[in-house]
């Protein structure tokens, strides 16, 4: 079984441009959730999905970001403009339901110059 | 402060010792969840034990939760060099939603 897959792995943009994450989450698992670690701070909550609906983003910092799950299946995170301390590493995960385990990828490094 | 705070920061022992990090958290929970990261890769799931738990198994590792102070800890039996990584401690909110909020992590290195 395929794991939650993140693309792409590494990302260098320059500041005011757009970027777009892929998040593929584990088949099955309606629960999909975005996560952020900068600049070697703690790993931090961004937003939850529920299939296609946003249960919870009380933790996506502006505007600038917007989230979607089209269908339910995978999702995206896009950065429109992004700043240079938007830099740090997104992760992804997903689970099967509440209080159970939460399975992350790899997660994208973005490098905002 | 933090919800979930690691303890030890870092931790260096021999291969074949045990290699213990407790975690300590402020609010309720359903769940805390224990993680893995080697160098910077992605986050690998451990161990998940729920609050009504007071401890679970998982091959060499060994987790702990006492609710009532509020703290966790992660064992690790015979360590291996293998192991060297950083530890994160994620607490399951109680709040109907599965926001997790990780700790600051326990950097563990064993040395052959």
């Known amino acids: 079984e395929a794991g939650v897959t993140q693309f792409p792995s590494h990302s260098v943009i320059e500041k005011g441009q757009t970027v777009t994450l892929r998040c593929d989450p584990i088949s099955g698992h309606d629960n999909l959730y975005w996560y952020r670690r900068v600049m070697g701070k703690e790993i931090k909550f961004l937003l939850h999905f529920v299939k296609e609906s946003k249960q919870d983003e009380s933790g996506m910092p502006n505007n600038r970001f917007l989230a979607e799950r089209t269908g339910g299946t995978y999702s995206t995170l896009k950065v429109q403009p992004a700043e240079l301390e938007d830099s740090g590493v997104y992760f992804c995960?997903?689970?099967?339901?509440?209080?159970?385990?939460?399975?992350f990828g790899q997660g994208t490094r973005l490098t905002v110059v | 402060s933090q919800q979930g705070e690691e303890d030890p920061q870092a931790l260096s022992i021999q291969e074949g010792e045990n290699a213990t990090m407790n975690c300590s958290y402020k609010t309720s929970i359903n769940n805390l969840q224990w993680y893995r990261q080697n160098s910077g890769r992605g986050l690998v799931h451990l161990i998940l034990?729920?609050?009504?738990?007071r401890e679970k198994h998982s091959g060499r590792l060994r987790v702990t939760l006492d609710t009532s102070k509020k703290s966790s800890s992660l064992l690790i039996t015979a360590s291996r060099a293998a192991d060297t990584a950083s530890y994160f401690c994620?607490?399951?909110?109680?709040?109907?939603?599965?926001?997790?909020?990780f700790g600051t992590g326990t950097r563990l290195l064993v040395s052959p």
């Open positions: 995960a997903s689970s099967t339901s509440l209080n159970t385990e939460a399975f």
């Open positions: 034990i729920r609050s009504n738990e």
């Open positions: 994620a607490t399951g909110l109680n709040t109907g939603f599965q926001k997790l909020v």
